[in-house]
């Protein structure tokens, strides 16, 4: 990552409605599993996906069994979107095993610069403001990048948690 560079975490906004799709695009054309989760909203009526994402934040309309959550998109400079983190407000217990706190994503094309680094950071200062005192933070086992990525933040291992398909999830805690 260039040190010139500027990020910061923005709300979802449909100001910046050509570039997220180029990211979305980008996501479609890698047939990469889209993480986080929220990525894999259909944008195709946009500005109903950014009341979704922010209704979301308020609680408002979640399915059973869900809690609320904050999605950021990380920008820089020139309003590229870089990454996007989803930060849930509380733990369930199947975010306790296998979802955490925090899921983030970087689009392809920009991975292995360090932006993941930072915005797990950011996201980080987030999870602090929303009163979280120690965030978890998972990766699959064999997702080096972000293993080295929650580290690099922090991230105290845990007991790993093996999902049905055998799917070993690597669990960290982090204090804020």
Not at 40 to 67: C, H, R, T, Y
Not at 113 to 118: I, N, P, S, V
Request: a negative charge; proline letters at 4%; aromatic letters at 10%.
């Amino acid at each position: 990552m260039e040190s010139s560079q500027h990020l910061s975490l923005t709300k979802p906004t449909v100001d910046l409605k050509e570039e997220y799709l180029s990211f979305y695009e980008e996501w479609l054309e890698s047939q990469e599993s889209m993480v986080p989760w929220v990525i894999k909203k259909d944008p195709a009526n946009f500005a109903a996906m950014v009341q979704f994402l922010n209704d979301s934040e308020q609680g408002i309309n979640l399915p059973k069994g869900w809690v609320p959550d904050s999605t950021f998109w990380l920008i820089n400079q020139d309003k590229r979107i870089l990454g996007v983190v989803n930060i849930r407000h509380q733990l369930t217990e199947f975010l306790l095993n296998s979802g955490g706190h925090i899921g983030y994503g970087i689009r392809p094309s920009e991975r292995r610069k360090g932006y993941a680094t930072k915005l797990l950071s950011l996201s980080l200062e987030k999870a602090k403001e929303l009163g979280i005192k120690k965030a978890l933070v998972v990766c699959d086992e064999d997702n080096t990048g972000s293993f080295k990525t929650i580290i690099n933040n922090g991230g105290i291992p845990d007991s790993d948690f093996i999902e049905a398909d055998g799917n070993i999830i690597k669990r960290f805690w982090i204090d804020l």
